[in-house]
């Protein structure tokens, strides 16, 4: 496949705009994959599961389970581990999350137009994550059902739309930042539950997320999104989400290392946007954007078949991979 592509609703006032490095992918890709995809940071070798953020191995670059499961026992790693498990157990007999449930935040007519804004999202993301960790940290299997549970709810086209807001259908995209945060959660879920799914699971699950998340982003980048020219929360968000999904699942769909290939690219071409200072080219209020570049390598760095010496990337970028 050839691939040439949180929110802020106004995007385009006062923003510095970035264009492609060339006029397509593969000059895009060209600047930048010698330096780190070319020392395998897509690659196609079976993992060990989990590998995402924390490890089934030891010696990586991720946390091992059998570390994090100690670091929980005390200290503040207790203290934050004790309000996700209070939160996890509650999630596990809760209700399913719609398109129509009333989580804080939302407004009343979003509710009623089952609109897939942020809050809903979030919120079902959010509460997927947390089972699937509470799973992985404690090995109870009560977890695993209503993580599947609600993952197969935003899979089914009946019960939950199509990933995007209604907002964004304007830009004409299949794919918009509601793709890159569902994909995101459904790839971190579907990864840390993996050894708890069964076959079929793990094939439904694959299937439905290529569907309906990682299929419209290949569609909007045949189109040539504005998200992928005017570099924002939007590109780190919908290009960053759809490549965590990619990630997790490498050896079930198609396409994965040139998602993850075509993802590095564009996060390296995103960096251009922060001055010498740090200066960043959207309002205070998307500051935590930033962590999204430091989120996305962190991941990257799990698919790498080898270390690599940081300082002979390109223009050595990632200054901040130093303190990982």
């Not at 498990?85 to 989580?103: F, G, I, K, N, W």
């Not at 994550?129 to 009946?158: C, F, K, M, N, S």
């Not at 251009?272 to 954007?289: C, L, Q, R, T, V």
Request: glycine fraction near 8%.
């Amino acid at each position: 496949m050839t691939i040439p592509g949180q929110p802020r609703e106004k995007h385009r006032i006062g923003m510095r705009r970035r264009e492609f490095l060339g006029t397509s992918a593969t000059v895009a890709l060209g600047a930048f994959l010698p330096g780190l995809v070319g020392a395998g940071c897509a690659g196609s070798t079976p993992r060990r599961r989990p590998f995402l953020y924390v490890s089934a191995a030891e010696g990586g670059p991720s946390v091992p389970v059998a570390v994090l499961r100690e670091q929980v026992t005390s200290g503040h790693h207790k203290v934050l581990w004790d309000t996700i498990r209070r939160q996890a157990d509650a999630d596990a007999t809760a209700e399913l999350l719609l398109p129509d449930s009333p989580v804080p935040g939302r407004t009343p007519a979003t509710i009623e137009q089952r609109n897939l804004d942020f809050y809903i999202c979030d919120a079902v993301g959010q509460r997927m994550r947390r089972l699937a960790l509470a799973h992985l940290v404690t090995g109870d299997q009560a977890y695993v059902a209503p993580a599947v549970a609600q993952l197969d709810v935003i899979l089914d086209h009946e019960r939950w739309p199509d990933w995007i807001d209604q907002a964004h259908v304007q830009f004409g995209h299949p794919a918009g930042l509601r793709t890159g945060m569902l994909s995101y959660d459904a790839g971190l879920t579907y990864d840390w539950l993996f050894e708890s799914l069964t076959s079929e699971e793990r094939t439904r699950i694959a299937t439905g997320v290529d569907r309906r998340g990682i299929d419209p982003f290949r569609i909007s980048i045949r189109q040539d999104p504005w998200w992928m020219r005017d570099l924002n929360n939007w590109t780190t968000t919908i290009v960053g989400g759809v490549a965590v999904a990619a990630m997790a699942m490498h050896d079930d769909i198609d396409d994965t290392d040139a998602i993850v290939d075509l993802a590095v690219a564009t996060f390296e071409r995103y960096l251009d946007i922060y001055g010498p200072e740090g200066e960043f080219n959207e309002s205070p209020a998307y500051a935590n954007a930033t962590v999204r570049p430091v989120e996305f390598r962190q991941r990257c760095r799990t698919l790498l078949r080898r270390r690599v010496d940081l300082n002979q990337l390109p223009d050595q970028r990632w200054p901040f991979e130093r303190t990982l």
